[in-house]
């Protein structure tokens, strides 16, 4: 029995083999997204916009920031790569303070 062929596509950077794309993880995390999702969210630049800020208030607590800025810690709770770059802020905040 021959395996079926693996689906690909073109896009304009060349050719990606959708199996790499579509993995388990991927679709875990797009369902947890999707199960999450509210009418009225921030996109990932209206949450970059406002970062310092929140980061500001969370060190200080961040009980505080989540009731001050619902949406963006809705959007930090969804989107990995924000809460990445929370996380490295965070850090960052954290130290300074510290010293």
């Known amino acids: ?10 896009f304009p950077a060349g050719k990606f083999d959708m199996g790499e794309i ?3 993880d991927n679709v875990t995390m797009l369902m947890h997204i999707l199960a999450h999702t509210e009418e009225d969210e921030y996109s990932c630049a209206e949450t970059f916009a406002l970062l310092d800020e929140y980061v500001e208030t969370a060190v200080k ?3 505080d920031a989540a009731l001050v800025m619902p949406l963006v810690k809705h959007h930090l709770d969804v989107c990995p790569d924000c809460h990445k770059e929370f996380e490295a802020l965070l850090r960052i905040l954290e130290t300074d303070y510290s010293s």
């Open 61 to 63: 607590n961040e009980a």
């Open 1 to 10: 029995m021959t395996q079926p062929k693996r689906a690909s596509a073109t």
């Open 22 to 24: 579509i993995t388990a």
